[in-house]
Nanobody, 114 residues
């Protein structure tokens, strides 16, 4: 059974940093793509960053240059390093993995105060 568990969210001041982790119950090298999504209050879920099996990455324009996605196949964990956080980054962040179907974590809340 595939389980994704996010951690690392919390309250931070604008300009601060957080690192989110996504621990997976199976070997992550199997997944074709992994990604972080977020849903801000009153908004649709949006893709924040994605990483392929080969390590290629893509980012939403709003986070380019501030966020970095990575995956550690030896620890079966994906990360999202978030720097220079802004109040508009406030959202629930979800971990996603794709292997014939989409798997999702339950999310971790990030709140950025101004």
């Amino acid at each position: 059974q595939v389980q994704l568990v996010e951690s690392g969210g919390g309250l931070v001041e604008a300009g601060g940093s957080l690192r989110l982790s996504c621990a997976v119950s199976v070997r992550i090298f199997m997944f074709s793509t992994m990604a972080w999504y977020r849903r801000a209050p009153g908004k649709e879920r949006e893709l924040v960053a994605g990483i392929s099996k080969g390590g290629s990455t893509n980012y939403a324009d709003s986070v380019k240059g501030r966020f970095t996605i990575s995956r550690d196949n030896t620890k079966d964990t994906m990360y999202l390093q978030m720097n220079s956080l802004k109040p508009e980054d406030t959202a629930v962040y979800y971990c996603n993995a794709v292997l014939a179907m989409d798997y999702w974590g339950k999310g971790t809340l990030v709140t950025v105060s101004s």
